[in-house]
């Protein structure tokens, strides 16, 4: 008599019995299996391994217990969204065209494998600077550069989610592929299309999360170069839009005191950004932050980058009277910015404390006594940047009031290892987070190294240390971690100029 089941699996995937890459049989993942999530077909559910005897005639299906929905009634799949990014739901729920319903070819495989690796939940999301991501899938099958540098991506993400990486990325036989693909569709008829520039933003988000030692800036050289050929997204390409807002904020950052980024300002880039900006609102939870307050933010953070420009022009200058005074009309402007800045952050904070988006805990492991808590990464992510912000601006503040022999330079520095201990608050929750999202969360203990007196350093030491735990990019003396902290914060907030790229 034969047996009964022998695995928990859904029926779906037994009847097709696919062998699919690192997955011989449905992999479990409920309330929707991965396979059947990349297929767009209703998951049936587990198996019940107990085996029904019946006295019905041979043929006849034993009926579904334990309140199994039949294979032909949609599973009902109650989300909570408090802790779930509007993002995460759309692997499943979006109208993009998913994958060929058999995944024998090469890019179905990826595919799969892509969104297997975007299935870890609220702790796990790999999204936080890389919104494009989910609209991949579908695009695979028109680009191989593209194939090759998602394929890179998965297989660098299961080795450091695996805690042994091997080796360097540049060695991994999937790397040269990539690099190799990418030449050729930039030599050929692809050098501007979307698939060509997702391409190349995921080898640079590549070369800062997975390479040892400190990342190349060649490719930010080529992503330059490139979005200048290519010009301004098309609007209605939901990839070319969430790309160029990924690009333009990878060069913001790398190019913060150069001027090489101008062609941002033209009309047609700056509807785009718009359009980025106000899709990333409404599919994100940003907790009480308004879509006004995020365009808000988003003029702060360019014209602080703008300050930094001229603070690291003038604080170069001999300090003659003109340039006093150049330094105080600065000071009035960055003082403005700070002071609006300030008051969308404070409004937001006691907005998050009373709807419970944000709680704050005692904390008996951290010298600051408390600890934040966040319903999601996606807005711990952009209170954090709001912070760092204040950070930066009043960093500006600060230096300039002691250039020009102010008053006002100790009353600025207490509000600056204000600003910094409440960034500081953030990180326990940073470190619950998976490997690769908490070192998105790095910019903000760079910039606030420097107010942390000894106990604090000693702290934020340890979460680097924590962070860097598997990618080992820091080395392990920290006497040369203290050196590069300090050097990328002085870097980060003005008072060192970038390198220059070319």
């Given at each position: 008599?034969?047996?009964?089941?022998?695995?928990?699996?859904?029926?779906?995937?037994?009847?097709?019995?696919?062998?699919?890459?690192?997955?011989?049989?449905?992999?479990?993942?409920?309330?929707t299996c991965t396979r059947c999530a990349v297929m767009n077909s209703p998951c049936p559910g587990p198996t019940s391994l107990?085996?029904?005897?019946?006295?019905?005639?041979?043929?006849?299906?034993?009926?579904?217990?334990?309140?199994?929905?039949?294979?032909?009634?949609?599973?009902?799949?109650?989300?909570?969204?408090?802790?779930?990014?509007?993002?995460?739901?759309?692997?499943?729920?979006?109208?993009?065209?998913?994958?060929?319903?058999?995944?024998?070819?090469?890019?179905?495989?990826?595919?799969?494998?892509?969104?297997?690796?975007?299935?870890?939940?609220?702790?796990?999301?790999?999204?936080?600077?890389?919104?494009?991501?989910?609209?991949?899938?579908?695009?695979?099958?028109?680009?191989?550069?593209?194939?090759?540098?998602?394929?890179?991506?998965?297989?660098?993400?299961?080795?450091?989610?695996?805690?042994?990486?091997?080796?360097?990325?540049?060695?991994?036989?999937?790397?040269?592929?990539?690099?190799?693909?990418?030449?050729?569709?930039?030599?050929?008829?692809?050098?501007?299309?979307?698939?060509?520039?997702?391409?190349?933003?995921?080898?640079?988000?590549?070369?800062?999360?997975?390479?040892?030692?400190?990342?190349?800036?060649?490719?930010?050289?080529?992503?330059?170069?490139?979005?200048?050929?290519?010009?301004?997204?098309?609007?209605?390409?939901?990839?070319?839009?969430?790309?160029?807002?990924?690009?333009?904020?990878?060069?913001?950052?790398?190019?913060?005191?150069?001027?090489?980024?101008?062609?941002?300002?033209?009309?047609?880039?700056?509807?785009?950004?718009?359009?980025?900006?106000?899709?990333?609102?409404?599919?994100?939870?940003?907790?009480?932050?308004?879509?006004?307050?995020?365009?808000?933010?988003?003029?702060?953070?360019?014209?602080?980058?703008?300050?930094?420009?001229?603070?690291?022009?003038?604080?170069n200058q001999s300090h003659t009277t003109e340039t006093k005074l150049a330094i105080e009309s600065l000071c009035r402007r960055v003082s403005e910015v700070e002071v609006a800045l300030a008051r969308i952050v404070a409004a937001a904070k006691n907005s998050t404390l009373k709807q419970g988006t944000m709680d704050e805990k005692p904390d008996p492991e951290s010298p600051l006594g408390t600890k934040y808590e966040f319903r999601s990464p996606n807005y711990a992510m952009v209170y954090l940047g709001a912070v760092s912000a204040q950070i930066g601006l009043l960093r500006i503040l600060h230096d300039s009031a002691v250039i020009v022999g102010s008053p006002d330079a100790e009353i600025t520095d207490k509000r600056l290892r204000e600003r910094c201990r409440e960034s500081w608050k953030c990180l326990p929750y940073v470190l619950s987070l998976e490997s690769i999202v908490a070192e998105n969360f790095m910019g903000p203990i760079y910039v606030s190294y420097e107010a942390a007196n000894e106990e604090e350093e000693e702290y934020l030491l340890g979460a680097v240390e924590y962070i860097d735990r598997y990618v080992k990019r820091f080395p392990s003396d920290r006497s040369q971690i203290r050196q590069i902290m300090v050097e990328t914060a002085r870097l980060m907030t003005g008072r060192a100029s970038q390198p220059n790229l070319g």
């Open positions: 008599m034969p047996s009964g089941p022998r695995s928990r699996g859904c029926q779906t995937c037994k009847d097709r019995k696919l062998k699919v890459i690192r997955c011989d049989l449905c992999d479990e993942n409920w309330p107990v085996k029904f005897v019946t006295k019905k005639p041979h043929g006849a299906r034993a009926s579904n217990t334990g309140g199994q929905p039949s294979a032909g009634e949609p599973r009902q799949v109650t989300f909570k969204k408090p802790h779930h990014p509007i993002w995460f739901h759309s692997i499943y729920q979006s109208d993009y065209q998913k994958p060929r319903s058999n995944p024998t070819t090469r890019y179905d495989h990826i595919a799969l494998r892509l969104v297997s690796s975007l299935e870890r939940g609220p702790q796990g999301i790999t999204t936080l600077s890389m919104s494009y991501l989910p609209e991949l899938p579908a695009r695979l099958s028109e680009s191989k550069c593209l194939r090759d540098s998602v394929d890179l991506f998965c297989s660098a993400l299961i080795d450091l989610r695996n805690h042994k990486p091997e080796g360097e990325l540049h060695v991994m036989t999937q790397y040269g592929k990539a690099l190799r693909s990418l030449r050729m569709a930039l030599l050929g008829n692809e050098a501007v299309k979307p698939e060509t520039m997702a391409a190349m933003a995921l080898i640079e988000r590549m070369e800062r999360l997975f390479r040892r030692g400190t990342p190349s800036n060649v490719h930010t050289k080529g992503i330059l170069q490139a979005v200048k050929m290519k010009g301004p997204p098309k609007l209605k390409d939901h990839l070319d839009v969430a790309v160029a807002n990924e690009l333009y904020g990878i060069l913001l950052n790398d190019w913060s005191l150069r001027e090489s980024c101008s062609f941002f300002n033209e009309p047609g880039w700056q509807v785009a950004i718009d359009q980025g900006i106000e899709q990333f609102a409404s599919e994100v939870d940003m907790g009480p932050f308004s879509k006004h307050d995020t365009f808000e933010f988003v003029e702060c953070s360019k014209k602080l980058h703008a300050f930094m420009v001229e603070f690291n022009q003038l604080s």
